[in-house]
Protein backbone atom coordinates (compact mmCIF):
# COMPACT_ATOMS: atom_id res chain seq x y z
CA UNK A 1 0.00 0.00 0.00
CA UNK A 2 0.68 3.50 -0.09
CA UNK A 3 1.67 4.40 -3.64
CA UNK A 4 2.96 7.53 -4.92
CA UNK A 5 3.10 7.68 -8.51
CA UNK A 6 4.76 10.98 -11.02
CA UNK A 7 3.89 11.83 -14.73
CA UNK A 8 5.83 12.31 -16.77
CA UNK A 9 8.68 10.20 -15.95
CA UNK A 10 11.06 12.70 -17.50
CA UNK A 11 10.09 15.84 -19.73
CA UNK A 12 12.22 17.93 -22.21
CA UNK A 13 10.93 21.48 -23.64
CA UNK A 14 11.93 24.22 -25.03
CA UNK A 15 12.65 27.43 -22.61
CA UNK A 16 9.93 29.53 -22.33
CA UNK A 17 7.16 26.61 -21.85
CA UNK A 18 5.25 25.58 -18.96
CA UNK A 19 5.26 21.89 -17.64
CA UNK A 20 2.57 20.33 -15.68
CA UNK A 21 3.94 17.25 -13.26
CA UNK A 22 0.91 15.68 -11.73
CA UNK A 23 1.40 13.54 -8.23
CA UNK A 24 -1.03 10.67 -7.43
CA UNK A 25 -1.71 8.77 -4.39
CA UNK A 26 -2.99 5.56 -5.71
CA UNK A 27 -4.20 3.67 -2.97
CA UNK A 28 -4.81 6.37 0.06
CA UNK A 29 -5.88 9.52 0.25
CA UNK A 30 -3.75 12.63 1.27
CA UNK A 31 -4.45 15.58 2.61
CA UNK A 32 -0.74 16.58 2.07
CA UNK A 33 1.51 16.37 -0.29
CA UNK A 34 5.18 18.00 -0.71
CA UNK A 35 7.22 19.32 -3.87
CA UNK A 36 11.32 18.10 -3.52
CA UNK A 37 13.57 19.33 -5.65
CA UNK A 38 16.86 17.00 -6.54
CA UNK A 39 20.26 18.57 -8.01
CA UNK A 40 22.84 15.72 -9.02
CA UNK A 41 24.48 14.34 -6.30
CA UNK A 42 22.46 16.23 -3.81
CA UNK A 43 20.03 15.73 -0.95
CA UNK A 44 16.04 16.43 -1.47
CA UNK A 45 15.35 20.60 -1.09
CA UNK A 46 11.86 21.42 -0.35
CA UNK A 47 9.93 23.35 -2.38
CA UNK A 48 6.55 23.52 -1.20
CA UNK A 49 3.89 21.60 0.86
CA UNK A 50 0.85 21.35 -0.80
CA UNK A 51 -2.83 21.28 0.78
CA UNK A 52 -6.03 19.86 -0.46
CA UNK A 53 -8.56 22.81 -1.07
CA UNK A 54 -6.11 25.35 0.17
CA UNK A 55 -3.05 26.94 -1.09
CA UNK A 56 0.20 25.64 -1.16
CA UNK A 57 2.50 26.99 1.23
CA UNK A 58 6.13 27.51 0.13
CA UNK A 59 9.65 27.46 1.08
CA UNK A 60 11.99 30.82 1.31
CA UNK A 61 13.32 31.74 -2.04
CA UNK A 62 11.04 28.86 -3.70
CA UNK A 63 8.92 31.69 -6.08
CA UNK A 64 5.02 30.57 -5.80
CA UNK A 65 4.69 32.60 -9.39
CA UNK A 66 7.22 30.47 -11.09
CA UNK A 67 6.21 26.91 -9.39
CA UNK A 68 2.56 27.23 -9.46
CA UNK A 69 0.69 24.00 -7.02
CA UNK A 70 -2.49 22.88 -7.55
CA UNK A 71 -4.06 20.15 -5.08
CA UNK A 72 -7.35 20.02 -6.56
CA UNK A 73 -8.42 16.84 -4.60
CA UNK A 74 -7.40 14.12 -2.18
CA UNK A 75 -5.40 11.99 -4.53
CA UNK A 76 -4.10 14.64 -7.11
CA UNK A 77 -1.46 17.68 -6.56
CA UNK A 78 0.23 18.90 -9.92
CA UNK A 79 3.13 20.89 -9.78
CA UNK A 80 3.78 23.90 -13.15
CA UNK A 81 7.07 24.94 -13.96
CA UNK A 82 5.97 28.17 -15.81
CA UNK A 83 7.94 29.89 -18.00
CA UNK A 84 10.96 26.95 -17.54
CA UNK A 85 14.75 27.83 -17.95
CA UNK A 86 17.49 25.74 -18.11
CA UNK A 87 18.42 26.33 -14.92
CA UNK A 88 14.74 25.03 -13.74
CA UNK A 89 16.39 21.43 -14.98
CA UNK A 90 15.61 18.66 -12.20
CA UNK A 91 14.75 15.95 -10.36
CA UNK A 92 11.14 16.58 -9.15
CA UNK A 93 10.18 14.38 -6.18
CA UNK A 94 6.65 14.63 -4.51
CA UNK A 95 6.06 12.67 -1.42
CA UNK A 96 2.74 12.35 0.69
CA UNK A 97 1.21 11.64 3.89
CA UNK A 98 -2.01 9.40 4.68
CA UNK A 99 -5.31 11.20 5.73
CA UNK A 100 -5.69 10.26 9.60
CA UNK A 101 -1.83 8.19 9.43
CA UNK A 102 1.15 8.62 11.42
CA UNK A 103 2.02 12.80 9.74
CA UNK A 104 5.83 11.79 10.17
CA UNK A 105 5.62 9.14 7.39
CA UNK A 106 5.88 10.14 4.14
CA UNK A 107 5.76 8.18 0.61
CA UNK A 108 7.84 9.15 -2.59
CA UNK A 109 7.00 9.19 -5.96
CA UNK A 110 9.36 8.34 -8.27
CA UNK A 111 10.40 11.19 -9.37
CA UNK A 112 9.91 13.58 -13.00
CA UNK A 113 13.36 14.74 -14.67
CA UNK A 114 13.24 17.76 -16.29
CA UNK A 115 15.40 19.11 -18.61
CA UNK A 116 15.09 23.17 -20.67
CA UNK A 117 16.52 23.43 -23.54
CA UNK B 1 17.89 23.86 14.70
CA UNK B 2 17.42 19.69 13.58
CA UNK B 3 20.18 18.56 11.71
CA UNK B 4 21.45 14.92 10.44
CA UNK B 5 24.82 14.12 9.84
CA UNK B 6 26.00 10.96 7.57
CA UNK B 7 28.82 8.81 7.21
CA UNK B 8 30.39 10.55 3.66
CA UNK B 9 30.38 8.08 0.62
CA UNK B 10 31.24 6.65 -1.60
CA UNK B 11 31.23 3.31 -0.29
CA UNK B 12 32.32 0.46 -2.07
CA UNK B 13 32.21 -3.32 -0.37
CA UNK B 14 32.39 -6.81 -2.01
CA UNK B 15 29.03 -8.72 -2.52
CA UNK B 16 28.58 -10.37 1.01
CA UNK B 17 30.30 -8.05 3.07
CA UNK B 18 28.89 -6.51 6.35
CA UNK B 19 27.63 -2.96 5.77
CA UNK B 20 27.24 0.16 7.99
CA UNK B 21 26.11 3.72 7.68
CA UNK B 22 26.45 5.85 10.49
CA UNK B 23 24.14 8.44 11.09
CA UNK B 24 23.65 10.77 13.75
CA UNK B 25 21.21 13.23 14.60
CA UNK B 26 20.57 16.61 16.93
CA UNK B 27 16.90 17.28 17.62
CA UNK B 28 14.52 18.93 20.01
CA UNK B 29 12.15 16.50 21.38
CA UNK B 30 11.82 12.97 20.34
CA UNK B 31 11.66 12.66 16.57
CA UNK B 32 10.88 9.67 14.26
CA UNK B 33 14.12 8.67 12.13
CA UNK B 34 14.07 7.02 9.19
CA UNK B 35 16.46 5.53 6.67
CA UNK B 36 15.39 5.95 2.52
CA UNK B 37 17.28 3.89 -0.46
CA UNK B 38 17.24 5.78 -3.82
CA UNK B 39 18.04 3.47 -6.73
CA UNK B 40 19.71 5.12 -9.62
CA UNK B 41 17.26 7.21 -11.74
CA UNK B 42 14.13 6.64 -9.26
CA UNK B 43 12.16 8.57 -6.19
CA UNK B 44 13.02 7.73 -2.48
CA UNK B 45 11.43 4.23 -1.01
CA UNK B 46 11.47 4.17 2.58
CA UNK B 47 13.62 1.37 3.90
CA UNK B 48 13.01 1.34 7.54
CA UNK B 49 12.03 4.05 10.18
CA UNK B 50 11.87 3.85 14.41
CA UNK B 51 9.61 6.24 16.13
CA UNK B 52 11.20 5.92 19.83
CA UNK B 53 14.10 5.50 21.47
CA UNK B 54 15.55 1.71 21.47
CA UNK B 55 13.28 0.81 18.47
CA UNK B 56 14.77 -1.39 16.10
CA UNK B 57 13.71 -1.06 12.26
CA UNK B 58 14.33 -3.65 9.75
CA UNK B 59 13.46 -4.05 6.00
CA UNK B 60 15.27 -6.66 3.42
CA UNK B 61 18.30 -7.42 5.79
CA UNK B 62 18.76 -4.24 6.99
CA UNK B 63 18.58 -2.93 10.81
CA UNK B 64 18.91 0.26 12.75
CA UNK B 65 18.11 1.06 15.88
CA UNK B 66 17.32 4.36 17.30
CA UNK B 67 19.31 5.25 20.10
CA UNK B 68 19.00 8.46 22.22
CA UNK B 69 21.93 8.20 24.16
CA UNK B 70 24.27 8.21 20.98
CA UNK B 71 21.77 10.13 19.12
CA UNK B 72 22.36 7.70 16.68
CA UNK B 73 20.34 5.46 13.57
CA UNK B 74 23.30 3.75 11.97
CA UNK B 75 22.25 1.20 9.26
CA UNK B 76 23.84 -2.05 9.12
CA UNK B 77 23.54 -5.07 6.75
CA UNK B 78 25.05 -8.43 7.23
CA UNK B 79 25.48 -9.23 3.53
CA UNK B 80 25.19 -6.89 1.07
CA UNK B 81 24.40 -7.95 -2.74
CA UNK B 82 25.20 -5.98 -5.62
CA UNK B 83 21.47 -5.05 -5.73
CA UNK B 84 22.16 -3.13 -3.10
CA UNK B 85 23.88 -0.93 -4.59
CA UNK B 86 22.46 2.73 -4.56
CA UNK B 87 21.90 6.37 -2.39
CA UNK B 88 20.85 5.69 1.11
CA UNK B 89 19.30 8.68 3.30
CA UNK B 90 19.30 9.34 6.64
CA UNK B 91 16.35 11.43 7.91
CA UNK B 92 14.95 13.05 10.81
CA UNK B 93 10.81 13.19 10.87
CA UNK B 94 8.85 16.34 12.09
CA UNK B 95 6.30 14.98 14.06
CA UNK B 96 3.66 17.21 13.19
CA UNK B 97 4.57 17.97 9.29
CA UNK B 98 6.51 15.21 7.61
CA UNK B 99 7.76 18.02 4.60
CA UNK B 100 9.65 19.40 7.75
CA UNK B 101 12.07 16.17 7.92
CA UNK B 102 15.08 16.59 7.52
CA UNK B 103 17.68 14.79 5.55
CA UNK B 104 21.11 13.82 5.17
CA UNK B 105 23.48 14.25 2.68
CA UNK B 106 22.97 10.91 1.60
CA UNK B 107 26.03 7.96 1.00
CA UNK B 108 26.46 6.02 -1.91
CA UNK B 109 26.55 2.17 -2.15
CA UNK B 110 28.29 0.59 -4.59
CA UNK B 111 28.57 -3.51 -3.72
CA UNK B 112 31.08 -5.36 -6.23
CA UNK B 113 30.29 -9.06 -7.52
Known amino acids: GAVVSQHPSWVICKSGTSVKIECRSLDFQATTMFWYRQFPKQSLMLMATSNEGSKATYEQGVEKDKFLINHASLTLSTLTVTSAHPEDSSFYICSATVTGGPQETQYFGPGTRLLVL | GDSVTQMEGPVTLSEEAFLTINCTYT??????LFWYVQYPGEGLQLLLK?????DKGSNKGFEATYRKETTSFHLEKGSVQVSDSAVYFCALGSNTNAGKSTFGDGTTLTVKP
Open chain 2, 50 to 54: ATKAD
Open chain 2, 27 to 32: ATGYPS
